[in-house]
């Protein structure tokens, strides 16, 4: 290969290696927005992560945007939130959906049946997804399975 052939190829190559790098760090970034010392380093961060309208609390139900976003902090910090008379949120009990653990375990159950979101709308995907979405909470919780239509938002319990 002659100097100016290599030069070419050198041309070529280095900004879509440039290119595929960055797109792999934006994708990775976007994944997962924060380290895994996150919890320890900048508690701050993820609270700001588990804000209401944000990407992981996207639209919670009227009045309940501070449980979606204790609960998406205990979920992905549970070492770093405890149960004090200052914050009751932190207290309540897995089916109150005004308290952190009920929305901690639906953040959870969300990661955990990622895998199961269909790319491709079928019946039969959407169906294991969403029981997954629904089952998985209650296996932690049993008292929502006597809560009827938990997994509803209040106003289309009806």
Avoid at 3 to 26: C, D, E, T
Avoid at 60 to 67: D, H, L, R, S
């Amino acid at each position: 290969m002659t100097r100016r052939k290599k030069l070419f190829a050198a041309a070529i190559a280095l900004p879509i290696a440039v290119a595929v790098g960055v797109g792999l760090k934006v994708r990775r970034a976007s994944s997962d927005t924060l380290g895994a010392d996150a919890c320890d380093k900048d508690l701050a961060a993820v609270f700001e992560l588990c804000e209401a309208g944000g990407e992981i609390c996207k639209k919670p139900p009227e009045g309940q945007e501070e449980a979606c976003q204790a609960g998406c902090v205990m979920a992905r910090c549970p070492n770093h939130v405890a149960c004090t008379e200052l914050d009751l949120i932190w207290c309540k009990p897995c089916e109150d959906e005004e308290g952190a653990l009920f929305w901690s375990l639906q953040v959870e159950a969300a990661r955990l049946c990622e895998p199961l979101n269909p790319t491709v709308n079928t019946f039969e995907g959407l169906k294991a997804y969403y029981d997954c979405l629904v089952e998985e909470p209650e296996r932690k919780c049993p008292a929502l399975k006597n809560k009827p239509k938990w997994y509803l938002p209040p106003d289309r319990r009806q």
